[in-house]
């Protein structure tokens, strides 16, 4: 089946091209890592490719669903793109319970067991503003993972961690490709994401070049 689908896409913002002519399909459980430098158009394409933006020209459709048509969200998805807006003077437990409140498909325990993921406490009583860079960065992937979406969005997900946690986020990501997601990573840096994706994709200037299956 197919999980993402995208034809003839193009993004101009303020007269500026942002993405051009974008061709992409990609299939339901695969995890797919997309590769290029600062401004070269990652997170640009998550963005169209989670309704934030809407292209200019072309369609994106996602399990079957075009994008600022039919539906205007993938219905379920998991995302980090830049800053994730936590509230400050909660806890990480009480911020992902306020998240989980929206939807109501997921018990307390869960949410728990998805910052145990990552490496946190969910009893630490400590608020996100008290938070290292590196463990607003785990809660963020917590976020990402706890409500078990089909599309899993990850613009990054390295920054501001070290290798233990790094290694974490590899396994965290091979678990949820094996139970059946769909996964985009976006990566400056691809050692960091080595061995975890079934295809990678070259990003420069706002256009897409196919690479080789990774060993």
């Known amino acids: 089946m197919t999980a993402i689908e995208?034809?003839?896409?193009?993004?101009t913002i303020k007269g500026q091209t942002v993405l051009s002519?974008?061709?992409?399909?990609?299939?339901?459980?695969?995890?797919?890592?997309?590769?290029?430098?600062?401004?070269?158009?990652?997170?640009?394409?998550?963005?169209?490719?989670?309704?934030?933006?809407?292209?200019?020209?072309?369609?994106?459709?996602?399990?079957?669903?075009?994008?600022g048509k039919e539906i205007s969200f993938p219905e379920s998805m998991g995302l980090i793109i830049e800053n994730v807006g936590f509230w400050p003077y909660y806890t990480g437990f009480e911020n992902?319970?306020?998240?989980?409140s929206i939807r109501h498909i997921i018990s307390d325990e869960e949410i728990k067991e998805s910052i145990r993921r990552v490496g946190l406490n969910p009893e630490d009583k400590?608020?996100?503003?008290k938070y290292s860079l590196g463990m607003k960065q785990r809660l963020a992937i917590a976020q990402v993972v706890m409500?078990?979406?089909?599309?899993?969005?990850?613009?990054?997900?390295?920054?501001?961690?070290?290798?233990?946690?790094?290694?974490?986020?590899?396994?965290?990501?091979r678990e949820e490709q094996k139970r059946g997601a769909t996964i985009l990573i976006a990566s400056h840096n691809r050692e960091d994401l080595k061995q975890m994706c079934d295809q990678y994709y070259k990003?420069?200037?706002?256009?897409?070049?196919?690479?080789?299956?990774?060993e």
Not at 23 to 40: A, C, P, Q, R
Not at 204 to 209: I, R, S, V
């Open 147 to 173: 409500e078990k979406p089909e599309l899993i969005i990850l613009d990054e997900p390295t920054n501001a961690l070290d290798e233990e946690a790094v290694e974490a986020v590899r396994h965290l990501i």
């Open 21 to 67: 002519n974008i061709n992409l399909t990609l299939e339901t459980g695969g995890s797919y890592e997309f590769y290029g430098h600062n401004g070269s158009g990652k997170s640009m394409l998550f963005r169209a490719v989670s309704g934030l933006i809407h292209p200019t020209e072309g369609s994106v459709k996602v399990f079957g669903k075009e994008l």
């Open 96 to 100: 992902l319970q306020v998240l989980a």
């Open 203 to 214: 990003m420069t200037d706002g256009k897409l070049e196919e690479g080789e299956l990774q």
């Open 6 to 11: 995208i034809q003839n896409m193009s993004k």
């Open 126 to 129: 400590r608020t996100y503003k």
